[in-house]
């Protein structure tokens, strides 16, 4: 039997990776019954489907009338961009505030893009900041600064 559908395949493999550790830890907790469930029951029911569903996706790409597909490259660019992005945003979150540490957010996660324009990630970013700052810090008050320290020091 050969690999027909190696994106399936591989989808089928993480599934099962998942679901299996999901189930095995949950197994550190007590499950319980139905009628009685435990702090364990629920993840190791979702661990099971994720299981099942990994076994059908992998078992499907192996059939003989699967469509063939293979698996692109991988770009590395795109993916360091946005985990710099990401950390750094973490990281200046305290010291920057909300409105500066998303406007870096977007332009680092936008480098990734073999698509990259300096104004459009500009635009993207200014709209980003006013709907978080009206959402998180003046409507849900998260307790993150929302500007630079800098600018009008710590509250």
Not at 11 to 16: E, S, T, W
Not at 37 to 47: A, I, Q
Not at 50 to 69: D, H, K, M, Q, Y
Request: include cysteine; charge should be positive; glycine fraction near 10%.
């Amino acid at each position: 039997m050969s690999i027909k559908n190696t994106k399936d395949l591989w989808a089928g493999v993480i599934f099962l990776f998942f679901g299996i550790a999901t189930m095995v830890l949950a197994m550190g907790y007590q499950i319980g019954s139905a009628a009685r469930m435990g702090p364990g029951y629920f993840p190791f029911f979702l661990g099971g489907v994720l299981t099942v569903l990994g076994l059908i996706i992998a078992v499907r790409s192996l059939v003989p009338g699967a469509r063939a597909e293979r698996i692109a490259p991988i770009h590395l660019r795109p993916i360091l961009c946005v985990l710099l992005a990401v950390v750094l945003f973490g990281l200046l979150l305290p010291s920057l505030g909300l409105a500066l540490s998303t406007v870096t957010l977007v332009v680092l996660s936008s480098l990734g893009s073999h698509e990259f324009k300096l104004r459009d990630a500009l635009v993207s970013s200014g709209v980003l900041v006013i709907v978080s700052l009206a959402l998180f810090v003046y409507f849900l008050r998260i307790q993150a600064p929302a500007w630079p320290v800098f600018f009008f020091g710590r509250t």
